[in-house]
């Protein structure tokens, strides 16, 4: 017994070794660490995944590539294209890269699962992937990934990731999805924030027998150095139209479900996801008014004076703890007392579990809910530890 305490004990302190002299550095991305890949590369057809957020340093990711001679021949573009401009959900068409006249093949089409065509996967010998996630299971950047694995699995081709941390990588909560509620917003058995990194979670799906038939595809991951779990990564560039702060990123895994109700988040402001409002919520003292922007051409009550709350008083601390909140669901829905209207079929695919919606009617509380998934985050916790790359 005192053998495994001590063993115990200095697995922590290591740990925490780790961590401290992790925090003395900063992050390097998988990108940006060109020794661990670039002479992989060589000779090679290259498709890059990637979009406005693959930078290294001021030069994105395929400039880099570029630059040292690889063979980049087809971009692959996610939700929002590869430029970051479009709306989420908006079908983005096959188009071609400005700057490098490289041919995009658009992967967001609306047409359900991201398969490329034929003639395009004929033509290549390895995909990578390089794009910042957020680490929420409704975040459609990993769905694209999944997607891409299983195309280079079905094609015979390599897959390769420069992984980057994940801003809420600190966190594990919700529930794991029920896959009858799969879809373009949830495509793997995982928690609502599941905490991993891009690079992990491919991982996962491979060793797990996520992909298509349970086969593996050939899979490289390129860590990120000086990165934990607990790294206090803020992202250099916002990650989507709607994402544009770190505390909008911390309240998103709370927030995100009023996309499932007629009540606004606030996109078409100068705060999305930062706030939330509906105009016939009553006894509020905050107003807002959604407008047509780029990122937001029809958001949610467009034109319409809408009383709320600002969130942006919430500490990062705070929203960050607090993981999923679901009381601000809550606090709209008795307030707008529109019973089941409050809710579309959006929100089974949004929170994983079809018995959630039913318990906010029932008046149950937040931490009462939550408390029904905390042995999914429990199983979850102990499924994923053997592909995690950083100390948690």
Request: charged share 25%.
């Amino acid at each position: 017994m005192l053998k495994h305490l001590k063993l115990i004990l200095s697995a922590a302190i290591a740990a925490c070794a780790t961590m401290m002299a992790c925090a003395e550095k900063p992050v390097v991305v998988g990108a940006e660490r060109t020794s661990e890949y670039i002479s992989e590369l060589k000779g090679k057809r290259v498709a890059l995944f990637s979009n406005h957020t693959g930078m290294v340093g001021d030069k994105h990711t395929l400039d880099v590539m570029l630059e040292n001679g690889i063979n980049v021949i087809t971009l692959f573009s996610p939700e929002h294209g590869f430029r970051g401009t479009a709306d989420a959900g908006e079908h983005v068409g096959n188009s071609v890269d400005g700057p490098t006249g490289i041919p995009i093949a658009s992967l967001y089409g609306g047409k359900g699962t991201r398969m490329p065509a034929k003639e395009v996967m004929d033509g290549i010998d390895v995909i990578v992937a390089d794009i910042q996630d957020v680490g929420l299971r409704y975040y459609t950047y990993y769905c694209t990934m999944v997607d891409l694995m299983n195309a280079a699995k079905a094609y015979g081709k390599e897959f390769v990731v420069l992984d980057r941390p994940n801003p809420n990588g600190m966190t594990v909560d919700g529930p794991i999805l029920d896959m009858k509620y799969e879809s373009g917003v949830g495509r793997l058995p995982i928690p609502v924030v599941h905490g991993m990194t891009l690079g992990e979670l491919a991982q996962m799906a491979n060793g797990e027998g996520w992909l298509a038939d349970g086969t593996k595809v050939s899979l490289k991951v390129v860590p990120c150095l000086n990165y934990t779990h607990q790294t206090r990564y803020e992202l250099p560039i916002a990650p989507s139209p709607n994402l544009r702060t770190m505390k909008s990123i911390y309240l998103y895994p709370s927030v995100c479900y009023f996309e499932a109700t007629p009540v606004s988040l606030g996109r078409g402001t100068d705060f999305p996801f930062e706030v939330y409002g509906h105009p016939d919520m009553k006894g509020r003292t905050f107003e807002f008014t959604p407008r047509s922007v780029p990122g937001a051409k029809n958001p949610p009550q467009l034109d319409k004076l809408c009383h709320g709350v600002d969130l942006r008083s919430v500490s990062d601390e705070e929203a960050i703890a607090q993981g999923i909140n679901l009381e601000y669901l809550i606090d709209a829905y008795r307030d707008l007392g529109m019973g089941d209207k409050f809710f579309r079929s959006f929100f089974e695919l949004l929170i994983g579990r079809g018995d959630i919606r039913q318990m906010i009617e029932d008046g149950r509380t937040a931490d009462e809910i939550k408390a029904t998934w905390a042995g999914d985050v429990d199983k979850f916790k102990r499924q994923r530890a053997p592909y995690l790359l950083y100390v948690e």
